[in-house]
């Protein structure tokens, strides 16, 4: 049974840093194996087969919810990032989530935060020579989530496959105890990744969109079938596809 505040019994909301902790501690206390899905909210299906994994494999799960403002630049779209909270807290429930940790912005970065995590050369290539400082945000705010929630193992979705490397790089580099899971891209049915963003795309943005998904498609037709093993060859096929995309020339390139 939804309550009117949206949330189900069993749920709890958890919003500053000390009750997760303690939480969590409680949780260790009870012999519990605590699994976290760090999102930024807006769920769809990519975070469903998170949470699904975690319930599988873990026997408490914490969901955290937090629009990190860290890791987006300052012509990127932090302010109409899509929030829809309750319904967020509706699905966990439902999912058998048993935390959702939403903390403020206050409560992650309190006036006077200064200390950020720099990550090494694999942040300074692909998404991360397009959006400085992005993964330096990301970093940041995945370890204070590690530190507040204390999981044995966290979920993350190999859409963002370089975000993956560099918080498995982040674990080892800093000998954390918490095993990473890494879980397939999910796609809708027209082959477009899920992602909280694909809200925001407009009609033509979504189909450019999924010129990209097709042109690694048959990228990968050229390594699985034909043996392709030249990544520049590769490379340059891809965005000559795209480039004889008209709507992906004018969107994408
Ligand atoms: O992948 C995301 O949604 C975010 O980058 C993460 C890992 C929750 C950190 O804010």
Known sequence: VVRRDGRLPGLRIVRTVWEMKSCSAEERGKGHTIGLVPTMGAFHEGHLSLIGAARRECSFVVASIFVNPTQFGPAEDYATYPRPFDDDVRRAGELGVDVVYAPSVEEVYPRGYETYLEPGPTGNILCGRSRPGHFRGVLTVVLKLFTAVSPHRAYFG??????????????????????????????????????????????????????????????????????????????????????????????LL
């Open 158 to 251: 190999e859409k963002d496959y370089q975000q993956l490397l560099l918080v498995r790089r982040m674990v080892k580099d800093f000998q954390l105890d918490v095993e990473v899971v890494g879980m397939p891209t999910v796609r809708e049915p027209d082959g477009l990744a899920a992602s909280s963003r694909n809200l925001c795309l407009s009609p033509d943005g979504r189909r450019a969109a999924l010129g990209l998904s097709r042109a690694l498609f048959r990228a990968r037709l050229l390594v699985v079938e034909a043996g392709e093993r030249d990544a520049a060859a590769l490379k340059s096929k891809i965005i000559s596809w795209l480039q004889q995309d008209r709507l992906c020339r004018s969107q």
